[in-house]
């Protein structure tokens, strides 16, 4: 999701339940993904990222899914636990030979006990 | 590595004052980054340098901010003078050259307050 205003999209989830954090992205060149999680009074932490001559891509308790027809990116969290809870954000490498990230407004994600 | 390191992570200013932000990128990086992150805006990138020359300085708001990096250890965001609307958490972030990977490790950042 993308964010309005002020305020972030949230997504609440029980804590050992699967988590699916969607990001639209806006640049049909943009050739390579990445999944940031940030947490309070912290920079943003590389989580896992993917090139777009793929469609998934799997790390450790996360996956990432990507859709160039829709250019639609989700990350998908199993087994969420409490240190999951943070802002997620997708960013896209644009800019050619450049190699600047374009990133979302980010996603809110709490777990609950 | 102890990561990029950021200095100060709070400043507080009165508006008009000068701050300058300061950050070390990891050794061997050449990529150094400069964003602003604010609730409105989310993450905006300023400005970007490879191997100490800026690259695209197209996100700089204007020209009250000016960013140098007179060596490959160490950059400075400098904002002369400072207003309100700079208020944000200023981050700096290094990437490794091409075909490394091109993702990008944040510092904490700097949290700027102008009164």
């Known amino acids: 999701g993308e964010s309005v205003g002020l305020h972030l999209p949230t997504l609440s989830v029980q804590e050992g339940d699967n988590s699916i954090i969607n990001c639209a992205y806006s640049n049909s060149a943009s050739d390579y993904f990445i999944w940031y999680k940030q947490e309070s009074g912290k920079g943003p932490q590389f989580i896992i990222d993917i090139r777009s001559n793929m469609d998934k891509r799997q790390g450790q308790r996360v996956t990432v899914l990507l859709n160039k027809t829709v250019k639609h990116l989700s990350l998908q969290i199993a087994a969420t636990q409490p240190g999951d809870s943070a802002v997620y954000f997708c960013?896209?490498?644009?800019?050619?030979?450049?190699?600047?990230?374009?990133f979302g407004k980010g996603t809110s994600l709490l777990v609950t006990p | 590595d102890a990561g990029v390191i950021q200095s100060p992570r709070h400043e507080v200013t009165e508006m008009g004052q000068e701050v300058t932000l300061r950050c070390k990128p990891i050794?061997?990086?050449?990529?150094l980054f400069w964003y602003r992150q604010t609730m409105m805006r989310g993450l905006e990138l300023l400005i970007y340098?490879?191997?100490?020359?800026?690259?695209?300085d197209s996100g700089m708001p204007e020209d009250r901010f000016s960013a140098k990096m007179p060596n490959a250890s160490f950059s400075t965001l400098k904002i002369q003078p400072s207003e309100p609307r700079d208020s944000a958490v200023y981050f700096c972030?290094?990437?490794?050259?091409?075909?490394?990977?091109?993702?990008?490790?944040f510092g904490q950042g700097t949290r700027l307050t102008v009164v």
């Open positions: 340098f490879n191997n100490n020359v800026p690259i695209d």
């Open positions: 960013a896209e490498k644009t800019g050619g030979s450049g190699y600047a990230l374009n």
């Open positions: 050794s061997g990086h050449d990529y």
């Open positions: 972030a290094s990437s490794p050259r091409p075909g490394l990977g091109t993702e990008a490790f």
